[in-house]
């Protein structure tokens, strides 16, 4: 079993930054990527960002490209999204997810494992 705590949500400000943790525990060897995702009130789950091990590299989604930084420390187990230039429509949860396959990196249907979220609000 593989567990995924998310956390560094919060309330912040339009045009601020702000950085989340995906801290992965368990059996992590079989991991291929991380993915970070978010959903809004009244929305689908959307794609953010995934990071990927074999060295393909990382993905963006369109709305996030530029502003958005996923990054990995192994020694941690851990994932980070680091979140600048913030805006009100960035509100939502934000979970990370493990995928234990190199491919469709974007798409929620290649992630087994979730975290429980973390709540982001900015404020305009």
């Known amino acids: 079993q593989v567990q995924l705590v998310d956390s560094g949500g919060g309330l912040v400000q339009a045009g601020g930054s702000l950085r989340l943790s995906c801290a992965a525990s368990g059996r992590t060897f079989s991991s291929k990527a991380i993915g970070w995702f978010r959903q809004a009130p009244g929305k689908e789950r959307e794609f953010v960002a995934a990071?990927?091990?074999?060295?393909?590299?990382?993905y963006y989604a369109d709305s996030v490209k530029g502003r958005f930084i996923i990054s990995r420390d192994n020694a941690k187990n851990t994932v980070y999204l680091q979140m600048n230039s913030l805006k009100p429509e960035d509100t939502a949860v934000y979970y990370c997810a493990l995928s234990q396959v190199t491919m469709g990196a974007t798409r929620r249907s290649a992630y087994d494992y979730w975290g429980q979220g973390t709540q982001v609000t900015v404020s305009s």
């Open positions: 990071i990927v091990w074999s060295g393909i590299g990382t």
